[in-house]
């Protein structure tokens, strides 16, 4: 890790730049792949499966079958601590509810909301080099509780042409209702446009690679919407000197182990404690059996030293890290000032891994800056609000005559007749 002391804030853009490619390095290759699945459907899916994940499919639908050979093959052991996270992200999932909110604006003009779920979503789950069983349960389970009718899963197979047992035993557990092989550009490509076996959606989720990230923005031209721009995995933790350097160390290669193109960044207040975690990360690094994708995510990280904690919390703020470990004695100074995170964990017993897995809130997170506009996934993701209105005779007696002054103002003339036409019957 690269390590930065005092960095001028002139700088800050260079060095909080994230190992990604651009839009533009990977547009044309989504396209290509877009357009070949629009026009050519389930061959296009079979080729592409065949040429990105080395296996031809007969079928690329998950059978009733595989999946109860699949729920023998995951551990009683496993299954458990599965239903155990489960519940806890149930629970914080159900916990985000909200009621209808109804209002008289004026004598005779009730307006309410009302909350009604997506009925068509596509959960994108990445395979690869970790088959990410969690991320079934981050997407499917607050989906099933919006009261989605169609969930249909994604994700890539394996040389043998299946899906790790995990994802099925998951996936069958939180009520997805239909899962299909395939991963990639072509997954997002099957779920926007639909074909022979993949329905179409109307709002995609889940995380993936670079390819999966523009995909996915790509969807929106054709009208389907997405969770966030999620691409590869990011943490940044804030430490000062009170914090144990083998927790952070820990948490810094929790992260980087993701992939190849995550990134891991250290800021603190104390030298002392970011020579100390340098030391542990070279050492507990030596013992991960994915030491050689983590080494290469850890070359891409920075350990930052910055003087005062109003600048280790205005560098922050910038960067809008994916998760975000705060490990300092003020805490709450941290707590409070923090504008753009995607999920914050806080003190030396929270590591990230826990939202991840188990905790309760959702790992499906806004990456690369996009927490500072983004939401990470929750509830609403999969619900839309609607507005109602009604409005009595004596409503629109007491809100016509402003509806037509400003109908007019605009010279919308139409909009002043449709209220017009009600007074003059009413006054009458």
């Given at each position: 890790?690269?390590t930065?002391?005092n960095?001028?804030?002139?700088?800050w853009?260079e060095?909080?730049?994230?190992?990604?490619?651009t839009?533009?390095d990977?547009e044309?290759t989504?396209?290509t792949v877009?357009?070949?699945?629009?026009t050519?459907?389930?061959?296009a899916?079979?080729?592409?499966t065949?040429?990105?994940d080395?296996?031809?499919?007969?079928?690329?639908?998950?059978?009733?079958?595989e999946?109860?050979?699949?729920i023998?093959?995951v551990s009683?052991?496993?299954q458990d601590?599965?239903?155990?996270?489960?519940g806890?992200?149930e629970a914080?999932?159900?916990a985000?509810r909200t009621?209808?909110?109804?209002?008289?604006t004026?004598n005779?003009?009730?307006c309410?909301q009302e909350?009604?779920p997506i009925?068509?979503?596509?959960?994108?789950?990445?395979?690869?080099?970790?088959p990410?069983f969690?991320t079934v349960?981050?997407?499917a389970i607050?989906?099933?509780?919006a009261?989605?009718?169609e969930i249909v899963?994604?994700?890539?197979?394996?040389?043998?042409?299946?899906?790790a047992?995990?994802i099925?035993?998951a996936?069958?557990l939180c009520?997805?209702?239909?899962?299909?092989?395939?991963?990639?550009?072509?997954a997002i490509?099957?779920?926007?446009?639909?074909?022979?076996?993949?329905?179409?959606v109307?709002?995609i989720?889940?995380?993936?690679?670079?390819?999966v990230?523009?995909?996915?923005q790509i969807?929106?031209?054709?009208?389907?919407?997405?969770d966030?721009?999620?691409g590869?995995?990011e943490l940044?933790?804030?430490a000062?000197?009170?914090?144990n350097a083998?927790?952070v160390?820990?948490?810094?290669?929790?992260?980087?182990?993701h992939?190849?193109d995550?990134?891991?960044i250290?800021v603190?207040t104390?030298?002392?404690l970011i020579d100390?975690v340098?030391?542990?990360?070279s050492?507990q690094?030596?013992?991960l059996?994915r030491?050689?994708?983590?080494e290469k995510a850890?070359?891409?990280?920075k350990?930052?030293?910055?003087?005062?904690?109003?600048?280790?919390i205005?560098m922050i703020?910038?960067y809008g890290?994916?998760?975000y470990?705060i490990?300092?004695?003020?805490?709450?100074l941290?707590?409070?000032?923090?504008?753009?995170?995607?999920?914050?964990?806080?003190?030396?017993?929270?590591?990230?891994?826990a939202?991840?897995?188990?905790?309760?809130?959702n790992?499906t997170?806004?990456?690369n800056?996009?927490?500072?506009?983004?939401?990470?996934?929750?509830l609403?993701s999969f619900m839309?609000?609607?507005?109602?209105?009604?409005?009595?005779k004596?409503g629109i007696?007491?809100?016509?005559e402003t509806?037509?002054?400003?109908?007019?103002?605009e010279g919308?003339?139409?909009?002043?007749?449709?209220?017009s036409?009600?007074?003059?019957d009413?006054?009458?």
């Open positions: 890790m690269k930065i002391f960095p001028d804030k002139s700088e853009s060095i909080l730049k994230r190992p990604t490619q839009v533009g990977i044309d989504v396209n877009f357009e070949d699945v629009s050519n459907r389930d061959s899916i079979k080729q592409y065949q040429k990105f080395g296996v031809s499919l007969d079928s690329n639908v998950v059978t009733s079958e999946i109860e050979e699949a023998q093959l009683e052991k496993l601590a599965i239903k155990k996270a489960k806890n992200i914080f999932h159900n985000q009621s209808k909110i109804e209002i008289e004026a005779g003009v009730k309410w909350k009604r009925q068509k979503v596509g959960l994108y789950i990445p395979g690869g080099t970790a990410l969690s349960l981050m997407l607050p989906a099933q509780i009261g989605c009718k899963l994604c994700s890539p197979p394996n040389k043998e042409g299946k899906l047992s995990e099925l035993f996936a069958h009520g997805v209702t239909k899962i299909i092989k395939v991963g990639g550009i072509q490509a099957g779920l926007t446009f639909g074909t022979q076996s993949i329905p179409k109307y709002k989720f889940g995380p993936g690679n670079q390819f990230t523009v995909a996915k969807a929106t031209k054709y009208g389907v919407a997405i966030m721009p999620a590869p995995s940044l933790v804030v000062d000197k009170t914090a083998a927790y160390a820990s948490d810094l290669l929790s992260q980087a182990e992939g190849v995550s990134q891991v250290l603190s104390s030298k002392a100390s340098s030391e542990e990360v050492k690094l030596e013992a059996p030491k050689a994708i983590a850890i070359a891409n990280s350990l930052i030293y910055v003087e005062d904690d109003a600048t280790a205005e703020d910038e890290p994916e998760h470990i490990c300092c004695k003020n805490e709450d941290y707590i409070d000032n923090i504008n753009n995170a995607g999920s914050v964990f806080i003190g030396d017993y929270t590591p990230e891994s939202g991840d897995y188990a905790s309760g809130t790992h997170l806004p990456t800056g996009f927490s500072k506009a983004y939401s990470g996934v929750n609403d839309k609000s609607m507005t109602f209105q009604k409005i009595s004596e007696l007491n809100i016509g509806i037509e002054l400003m109908a007019e103002a919308l003339q139409a909009h002043k007749n449709a209220v036409i009600r007074l003059k009413l006054k009458q």
